[in-house]
């Protein structure tokens, strides 16, 4: 099955730094998602980007399909930032399978 | 709008005990997929549900099995539960023609 590794595992910052997020995967997908993880443990739908760069306030994601690797990039972090970040594939028909998330701390 | 509904919010069990999750999908999906989280990982594939019917379905063992209604809410069971099902079980929701799924708030499990 499909791999989905996310790196870096663990990232602290300060508020106000940017930071990027790299999601690689192992075969073609029809979809991409990246989530965030509150410490509620809610998944909350960050973008739907098989391809293509997308932005939605402070934050914005890219897919380069054909070299199989996603970027989410942060800019100007705040402390509600903070939680699990969740890179998540899937081929047509199959199930999402995610990577294991990278965890990210913002103090203030 | 109301978005996936999971209930209930938490539960604890002993082992061997069974237990029943519940989920309501997002308004206008058919499609629901059950997702078992353990602690520090990403969340891991179960099974899931379209037209009342088990469509595909993770490495799981029978011990866990689903329904979907009519009006497409879905249950999850676990029968003869153990210490390692205790995890964050999350439900999402589709429409089965789309692959952008929208997770509930899950229901976290202690089997002691």
């Known amino acids: 099955g499909i791999q989905v590794e996310q790196s870096p595992p663990d990232l602290i910052l300060q508020e106000g730094a940017n930071s990027t997020l790299r999601c690689n995967f192992s075969?073609?997908?029809?979809?991409l998602q990246w989530f965030h993880q509150n410490p509620w443990g809610q998944l909350i739908n960050l973008f739907y980007i098989p391809s293509g760069t997308k932005q939605n306030g402070r934050l914005s994601a890219t897919t380069v399909a054909t070299e199989r690797y996603s970027l989410l990039y942060i800019s100007s972090s705040q402390t509600t930032d903070s939680g699990v970040y969740f890179c998540a594939v899937n081929q047509a028909g199959t199930a999402l399978i995610f990577g294991k998330g990278t965890t990210l701390s913002v103090s203030s | 709008d109301a978005g996936v509904t999971q209930s209930p919010t938490h539960l604890i069990k002993t082992r061997g005990q069974q237990v029943t999750l519940r989920c309501s999908p997002k308004?206008?999906?058919?499609?629901v997929s059950w997702y078992q989280q353990a602690l520090g990982q990403g969340p891991q594939f179960i099974f899931q549900?379209?037209?009342?019917?088990?469509?595909q379905r993770g490495n799981f063992p029978d011990r866990f099995s689903g329904h979907q209604f009519p009006n497409y809410s879905s249950e999850l069971n676990v029968n003869a539960l153990l210490l390692g099902d205790s995890a964050l079980y999350l439900c999402?929701?589709?429409?089965?023609?789309?692959?952008?799924?929208?997770f509930g708030p899950g229901t976290r499990l202690l089997v002691l």
């Open positions: 308004s206008g999906h058919d499609t």
């Open positions: 999402a929701s589709s429409l089965f023609s789309s692959e952008t799924q929208y």
């Open positions: 075969d073609s997908v029809n979809n």
């Open positions: 549900y379209y037209e009342e019917e088990e469509r």
